[in-house]
């Protein structure tokens, strides 16, 4: 019974390097997204996958962020050339389907030095 | 510019009494509300919801009251535990017709629970 998990739980990194954040939905959800808290801010909306429909990547803040979701479960985010205002904290949720309860991740803390 | 306010960032309620957390949205096309709790290192946890059909929806201490005209919701906690003390945000979407998947979340309230 396992709930969504996200790795790392906490990333350090230089500003300009690639990071990978890695989801784990809840097993069944066939929906997952992606959100971030910066400091002080609300959790703000970046991508959304159902199913094997396309994404929906509207909230993705920049073209350095991309991610992708492989046979319906795990999903990773990547930024490229990390920005030092990409530091915030990452959280995953996933749903049985799109209009269902999400259930959120502990959350990946980025900081971009 | 942020569609869902949350203008009390910190709040304290004596243990026992009514905690009433507050939340103004912007987007008149929300119809969808929720209330999210998250202790620190978690991930937010759905507390309840409420549909715009409906101004009242409760959960045993949980109440949501929902005043569409002033484009307001509030969550009642009653009575106050100290393991209420958390963080919370309101939610809104569009709702299950047209897009139930993006929540746009508010800044938070911290509310501390003093025994």
């Known amino acids: 019974g396992a709930g969504v998990s996200q790795s790392p739980s906490n990333k350090v990194t230089e500003k300009g390097k690639d990071v990978e954040l890695r989801c784990d939905p809840i097993?069944?959800?066939?929906?997952l997204y992606w959100y971030r808290q910066s400091l002080g801010q609300g959790l703000e909306f970046l991508i959304y996958?159902?199913?094997?429909?396309?994404?929906?990547k509207s909230g993705l803040p920049s073209d350095r962020f991309s991610a992708e979701r492989t046979g319906g479960s795990v999903s990773t985010l990547t930024i490229q050339r990390t920005q030092q205002e990409d530091s915030a904290v990452y959280l995953c949720a996933s749903s049985l389907r799109k209009e269902e309860t999400q259930y959120f991740g502990p959350g990946t803390r980025l900081l971009v030095l | 510019d942020q569609q869902v306010k949350q203008n009390s960032p910190s709040l304290s309620v004596q243990e026992g009494r009514i905690s009433i957390l507050n939340c103004d949205y912007t987007?008149?096309?929300?119809?969808?509300f929720l209330w999210y709790k998250k202790y620190p290192a978690e991930g937010p946890t759905f507390l309840i919801s409420?549909?715009?059909?409906?101004d009242k929806n409760e959960d045993g201490r949980f109440t949501v009251f929902l005043n569409k005209s002033a484009k307001h919701l509030s969550l009642h906690i009653v009575p106050s535990q100290p393991g209420d003390s958390a963080v919370y945000f309101c939610a809104a979407s569009l709702g299950r017709n047209f897009g139930n998947e993006k929540l746009t979340f508010g800044t938070g309230t911290r509310l501390t629970i003093i025994p």
């Open positions: 097993s069944g959800h066939t929906a």
């Open positions: 987007n008149s096309m929300f119809d969808y």
């Open positions: 409420i549909s715009s059909i409906k």
């Open positions: 996958f159902q199913g094997n429909s396309a994404p929906d």
